[in-house]
C-alpha cells in the first residue's frame, strides 16, 4: 500500500458534487465514471422507451400484425420458435411498423447499452494513456461482439 | 382485449413483484424470473432464461449508474474481470443449447441454494484491512478508494489474489450465461472472499459487472429465437419496476427484516427448481 501513489485520505472529497474541479489530484477516473454513469442510463431509458412503445402498439393492436402471435398457443406451441429473429426481419418489421419488431428493436438497444460502456471505457482509457487497460477493455468489447454475433445460432 | 393481451399484462404485474422482492433480498431484481416463468406461468425453461437475461440488463445498468456516479465502483477491477465474465457467459450460452431442460432446473435450484446461503449470515461487513497488493493488481493499479458516509472521508483498500478471483469470475460468467441470471451472489463471493475488496465495493462492482455478462450471452440468446417479445417485453418493464421500487423501500427499511421475511420465500422457490429437474414434481 505503502507503494502505491494512492490517495489515502483526500478528507475534502465531496461526494455530493460528482463534477468537483478539485478532483486533479486524484488519480480515479473521476469524469470517466460520469460518462459511463450516463451511458448506462441514457442507454435503459431508451431501450426501456422502445420496448414499452412496442408493447403497447402490440395490446392495441395497432400496426402491421404479420407473422405475429394471435394466442398463447402461437407463442408456447412451437416453443416460441415461430418467429425466426434476423437483422432483416426486425429491419422489415419495422419499416412496416410490426410491434413485434420494435420491441425486438428495444432489446437489441438493451444488449447495446453495456457494448457502448465498454467501447467508451476503452476510449477514455486510451485518452488516459492506459495501454494495458485500453487492451483488456477492447478483449472485452470483442467477445461482446462476438456475442452478439451469435456464436450458438 | 384477448389471451395474449391478458398473458402479457399478467407477466408484467408478475415480473414486478419479482424484481421487487429478488432486489429486496439483495440477489438483483432478475433472480426469480425463470422460477416464476416456469412454476407460475409453465413456460419452456429456456424461453424463461432468455426473457431472464434481457431483464438482467436492464436492471442491473440502473443501479450500475447509481454506483458508478457515487464513486464506489471500483471501475479498474471491473473491466479487469469482465474479461472473465464475458467469456464465460458466452461459453455458458453456447453450453445452454445442449443440456437438457432438467439439468437446467437441478443447476438453478443449486445456485439459488448458494446464492441465499451467503445472505443468511452477512459477510464481511467490516473494511478488511491486512490486505497486500499481489503483483497484478500493483501493476495494473488496482487499489482505491471509497467514499464512507459515515465519517464523510475516504476509505482506501487495496486489492490481493487476482489470479484466483479471475477464475471465480470466469465460473460466474458461465452460470450466468447458462441460466440466465446476473450471478451477483458469486460475484460478490469472489471479490469478497478471494480478492478481499469491502463489501461496499464488492456490490457495486459486481453490478458494474452484470450487464455487460448478461449482454454477452444475451445476443446468442437473442439470435436463437428464445427473447420471445411478447414474454420479454413485459418481463423487462416489470422487473425494472419492481427493482427501481426495491432500491427506494430499501432506503426506508431495515435490510434484515425484509430478508427475514423473503428468505424463506427463495429457499422454497430453489428446493421447487430442484425437484423439478430430479422429476419429483
Known amino acids: 500500500m505503502s507503494m502505491q501513489k494512492s490517495p489515502t485520505t483526500r478528507e475534502s472529497v465531496e461526494e455530493d458534487q460528482p463534477v468537483s474541479t478539485a478532483m486533479e489530484i486524484q488519480p480515479g477516473p473521476h469524469p470517466m465514471e460520469i460518462y459511463i454513469s450516463y451511458v448506462l442510463r441514457i442507454g435503459v431509458l431508451i431501450a426501456a422507451a422502445i420496448i414499452s412503445i412496442g408493447t403497447a402498439l402490440f395490446v392495441a393492436g395497432i400496426g402491421s400484425s404479420t407473422g405475429n402471435p394471435k394466442t398463447i398457443n402461437d407463442v408456447l406451441g412451437s416453443g416460441g420458435h415461430s418467429i425466426p429473429v434476423s437483422p432483416s426481419s426486425i429491419f422489415h418489421g419495422i419499416a412496416s411498423g410490426n410491434s413485434i419488431a420494435i420491441i425486438q428493436l428495444g432489446v437489441l438497444a438493451l444488449i447495446l447499452t453495456p457494448m457502448t460502456r465498454v467501447a467508451m471505457t476503452a476510449v477514455l482509457f486510451m485518452i488516459q494513456g492506459e495501454r494495458i487497460f485500453v487492451a483488456i477493455t477492447t478483449v472485452v468489447f470483442l467477445v461482446l461482439v462476438i456475442g452478439l454475433v451469435g456464436v450458438g445460432s | 382485449m384477448n389471451g395474449i393481451d391478458l398473458f402479457i399484462i399478467e407477466i408484467f404485474f408478475a415480473a414486478i413483484a419479482a424484481g421487487l422482492i429478488g432486489s429486496l433480498v439483495g440477489l438483483g431484481g432478475g433472480v426469480l424470473i425463470v422460477p416464476l416463468l416456469t412454476i407460475a406461468f409453465g413456460l419452456d425453461i429456456r424461453l424463461a432464461i432468455g426473457a431472464s437475461i434481457v431483464s ?173 417479445p411478447v414474454i420479454a417485453a413485459p418481463v423487462a418493464l416489470g422487473v425494472l419496476v419492481g427493482a427501481m421500487v426495491g432500491a427506494k423501500l430499501l432506503i426506508r427499511f431495515q435490510n434484515t427484516t425484509v430478508r427475514k421475511i423473503f428468505l424463506p420465500v427463495l429457499a422454497a422457490v430453489a428446493i421447487e427448481m430442484f425437484l423439478r429437474g430430479i422429476g419429483v414434481v
Open chain 2, 56 to 228: 438482467v440488463i436492464a436492471t442491473s445498468s440502473g443501479a450500475a449508474a447509481a454506483y458508478v456516479r457515487d464513486h464506489l465502483t471500483n471501475v479498474r477491477v471491473g473491466m479487469t474481470l469482465e474479461l472473465a465474465t464475458s467469456i464465460g457467459a458466452v461459453t455458458g450460452a453456447f453450453v445452454a443449447a445442449y443440456l437438457n431442460a432438467r439439468v437446467l432446473f437441478i443447476l438453478f435450484g443449486a445456485i439459488l441454494i448458494l446464492s441465499v446461503l451467503p445472505t443468511v449470515k452477512k459477510l464481511g461487513e467490516n473494511v478488511p484491512t491486512d490486505v497486500s497488493n499481489d503483483r497484478i493488481s500493483s501493476r495494473l493499479k488496482l487499489a482505491s478508494t471509497y467514499p464512507d458516509r459515515a465519517s464523510g472521508g475516504v476509505v482506501s483498500y487495496n486489492v490481493t489474489k487476482v489470479p484466483l478471483g479471475f477464475g471465480m469470475m470466469y465460473i460466474a460468467g458461465v452460470v450466468s450465461g447458462l441460466l440466465g441470471i446476473g450471478s451477483g451472489a458469486l460475484k460478490v463471493l469472489a471479490m469478497d472472499t478471494a480478492m478481499r475488496l469491502p463489501m461496499k465495493v464488492s456490490s457495486a462492482t459486481s453490478n458494474f459487472m452484470i450487464g455487460v455478462t448478461a449482454a454477452a450471452s444475451a445476443g446468442i440468446y437473442f439470435w436463437r429465437g428464445d427473447v420471445v
